[in-house]
């Protein structure tokens, strides 16, 4: 972002060819810094923004990391899948796709209602003119952003599409069974493949059209991670809890030394009687 940024603003620059480049003024530096202090804010934001799913250690994802996987498999598909959309905008849309969650937090849509799914849009379009505000040093990211949001290209399109999918490729390298236990109260793999189903289909309706492809690699995944959950649950072993004793029982007092070596007599103390019990 920060050497789109740079890059634009030192193309527009006068250049000396017979001296070389003329030098910025105090001023066009003071508002370099001010940029690069401005996108490195962006960063700490976005990976002050914890995510749902879980990594291989157990720590949960951030939006900086969640936005680096994307803008690195989004530029691969699109080349192996879809090669007439434009990279370029493929990859500021993969950078800018998070931003308004600096605003709103991640909230995970594994199984939102209708409700909840309107609530999040509303939160999200609030956020976007706060952070449109923010943006107005750095307007190829802010462009990136409101062309992302607008969802009227196919690049937007397919970025978000891909964004769904990241999902559940990181429960399959990551901790996704505790995930969908803990998080989403999934209990047995028929409520997991329930819920696999209704994403799918959601899926399907939202992007099958355009990226039929992206619906098959989306189904794939999600029953790759079905296969995993159900490894996971099979190595678990039944836990055999002891048998509680029906009453409590009167248990010896034993010494793991000998009392004739110690430099007191162990009877000139308070005695207690030790019982076995839960």
Same mark, same amino acid.
């Given at each position: 972002?920060?050497?789109?940024?740079?890059?634009?603003?030192?193309?527009?620059?006068?250049?000396?060819?017979?001296?070389?480049?003329?030098?910025?003024?105090?001023?066009?530096?003071?508002?370099?810094?001010?940029?690069?202090?401005?996108?490195?804010?962006?960063?700490?934001?976005?990976?002050?923004?914890?995510?749902?799913?879980?990594?291989?250690?157990?720590?949960?994802?951030?939006?900086?990391?969640?936005?680096?996987?994307?803008?690195?498999?989004?530029?691969?598909?699109?080349?192996?899948?879809?090669?007439?959309?434009?990279?370029?905008?493929?990859?500021?849309?993969?950078?800018?796709?998070?931003?308004?969650?600096?605003?709103?937090?991640? %909230?995970?849509?594994?199984?939102?209602?209708?409700?909840?799914? +309107? *609530? &999040?849009?509303?939160? =999200?379009?609030?956020? @976007?003119? #706060?952070?449109?505000?923010?943006?107005?040093?750095?307007?190829?990211?802010?462009?990136?952003?409101?062309?992302?949001?607008?969802?009227?290209?196919?690049?937007?399109?397919?970025?978000?599409?891909?964004?769904?999918?990241?999902?559940?490729?990181?429960?399959?390298?990551?901790?996704?069974?505790?995930?969908?236990?803990?998080?989403?109260?999934?209990?047995?793999?028929?409520?997991?493949?329930?819920?696999?189903?209704?994403?799918?289909?959601?899926?399907?309706?939202?992007?099958?059209?355009?990226?039929?492809?992206? %619906?098959?690699?989306?189904?794939?995944?999600?029953?790759?991670? +079905? *296969? &995993?959950?159900?490894? =996971?649950?099979?190595? @678990?072993? #039944?836990?055999?809890?002891?048998?509680?004793?029906?009453?409590?029982?009167?248990?010896?007092?034993?010494?793991?030394?000998?009392?004739?070596?110690?430099?007191?007599?162990?009877?000139?103390?308070?005695?207690?009687?030790?019982?076995?019990?839960?």
């Amino acid at each position: 972002v920060l050497l789109n940024v740079i890059g634009s603003y030192m193309n527009k620059k006068e250049t000396n060819y017979e001296g070389g480049a003329d030098l910025l003024s105090d001023g066009a530096v003071k508002d370099l810094g001010n940029i690069a202090l401005r996108a490195i804010q962006m960063e700490v934001d976005l990976a002050g923004v914890p995510r749902v799913p879980r990594l291989p250690n157990g720590e949960v994802e951030d939006d900086v990391q969640h936005s680096y996987s994307l803008a690195i498999l989004a530029p691969e598909l699109r080349k192996k899948l879809y090669p007439h959309l434009d990279n370029n905008k493929v990859q500021g849309f993969a950078n800018a796709h998070e931003l308004l969650e600096i605003a709103t937090g991640d %909230v995970a849509t594994f199984n939102l209602t209708k409700k909840q799914l +309107e *609530e &999040k849009r509303r939160r =999200e379009e609030k956020a @976007k003119k #706060e952070l449109l505000e923010r943006l107005t040093l750095m307007p190829e990211l802010k462009q990136n952003l409101e062309e992302y949001e607008r969802r009227d290209t196919p690049e937007a399109r397919f970025v978000r599409a891909v964004d769904k999918i990241l999902p559940v490729a990181m429960d399959i390298v990551g901790q996704g069974v505790r995930v969908v236990e803990e998080d989403y109260g999934v209990s047995n793999l028929e409520d997991l493949q329930k819920n696999h189903d209704d994403l799918i289909a959601g899926f399907r309706t939202s992007f099958g059209e355009e990226f039929p492809e992206l %619906v098959q690699l989306y189904e794939y995944l999600a029953r790759e991670f +079905e *296969e &995993k959950y159900k490894e =996971e649950k099979a190595k @678990k072993p #039944e836990v055999k809890l002891p048998e509680r004793p029906s009453q409590l029982v009167e248990v010896e007092r034993k010494f793991l030394i000998d009392p004739e070596s110690l430099p007191f007599d162990p009877e000139d103390f308070e005695h207690t009687t030790i019982r076995q019990g839960y």
